[in-house]
T-cell receptor, first 114, second 111 residues
């Protein structure tokens, strides 16, 4: 499972409140990603990181921010949650092996914004 | 038009059947192709990884890439109820780590 954990695994919150999701990895991977998964849209990239304090936006970054102060932790923050941010959030890491570079996913966080 | 198209299903087959799952794509520059399996309420797990055109086999699974038609397939032989899941195709260009995903096909294998 590439040593990825996400917390919390489930969260219910109210519109307008801040929410932070945590991704933790144990294998010192440089590249980390946050995705959201919604019916009919598949997996969409929110933000990604190439190392400590090196982050950038993905295709659906509006309303989200990230931070990476340690290699092992990648935090996703919804500054003021909206109902449109109700989704399942996945963290991923990128692993490079000879002839193969692809992404491995965490177990996900289910977020409901009321 | 989406860059990667995938029929959402559900696809329902009896145990033992051969299953064919497919994705089409629009950008001929994609070089790496992947299939992920996602069980209900779990994260996607990498199933198959292929580079450029051709076939790759791993047990009951065969991944096929036809770059001339911009079409990739995943075949599952002797399907089992444990294969019931959503299958996501993904692909990327050679000069980036970013993956583009299909929306997934839900497969149900009944005993």
């Amino acid at each position: 499972d590439a040593g990825i954990t996400q917390s919390p695994r489930h969260k219910v919150t109210e519109t307008g409140t801040p929410v932070t999701l945590r991704c933790h990895q144990t294998e010192n991977h440089r590249y980390m990603y946050w995705y959201r998964q919604d019916p009919g849209h598949g997996l969409r990239l929110i933000h990604y990181s190439y190392g400590v304090k090196d982050t950038d936006k993905g295709e659906v970054s509006d309303g989200y921010s990230v931070s990476r102060s340690k290699t092992e932790d990648f935090l996703l923050t919804l500054e003021s949650a909206t109902s449109s941010q109700t989704s399942v959030y996945f963290c991923a890491i990128s692993e490079v092996a000879p002839g193969m570079e692809t992404q491995y996913f965490g177990p996900g966080t289910r977020l409901l914004v009321l | 038009q989406k860059e990667v198209e995938q029929d959402p299903g559900p696809l329902s087959v009896p145990e033992g059947a051969i299953v064919s799952l497919n994705c089409t794509y629009s950008n001929s520059a994609f070089q790496y192709f992947m299939w992920y399996r996602q069980y209900s309420r779990k994260g996607p797990e990498l199933l198959m990884y292929t580079y450029s055109s051709g076939n790759k086999e791993d047990g009951r699974f065969t991944a096929q890439v036809d770059k001339s038609s911009k079409y990739i397939s995943l075949f599952i032989r002797d399907s089992q109820p444990s294969d019931s899941a959503t299958y996501l195709c993904a692909m990327r260009f050679s000069n980036t780590d970013k993956l583009i995903f299909g929306t997934g096909t839900r497969l149900q294998v009944f005993p």
